[in-house]
């Protein structure tokens, strides 16, 4: 257990489960009660990265990735960083052009 700013002593998960929350913008509570937290950055041609972090119950992190997308949406490319990092990975054929 640790002491927060308020005084008050919890559980180091929920600690952590407050410092998640509040770094990512979004998060899916999983049934094992374990989470997969997620934000987005746009990029400047229309591209969009998405961060992705997958823990367990206590809060552990399990995987985490980006993914990015073309300006139509689509899944171009996966970089998994963690629990190894393999690098990027292309998805499919990447396009800037309208179809």
């Known amino acids: 257990m ?8 919890r559980p180091l998960e929920v600690n952590r489960r407050r410092k998640n929350a509040k770094k990512f913008e ?4 999983l049934a094992n009660g374990g989470r997969v937290y997620s934000y987005e950055i746009k990029g400047h041609h229309g591209w ?12 552990l992190t399990l995987r985490f990735y980006q993914e990015i997308y073309d300006n139509f949406g689509r899944l171009v ?3 998994e960083k963690y629990p190894v990092n393999k690098g990027h990975e ?7 052009y309208e179809d």
Not at 2 to 9: E, F, T, W
Not at 90 to 96: L, P, T
């Open 77 to 79: 490319e996966v970089h």
């Open 2 to 9: 640790r002491r927060g700013i308020d005084g008050v002593y």
């Open 90 to 96: 292309k998805i499919g054929e990447v396009s800037n």
């Open 26 to 29: 979004t998060w899916e509570d």
């Open 48 to 59: 969009t990265a998405k961060y992705v972090k997958e823990v367990d119950a206590s809060e």
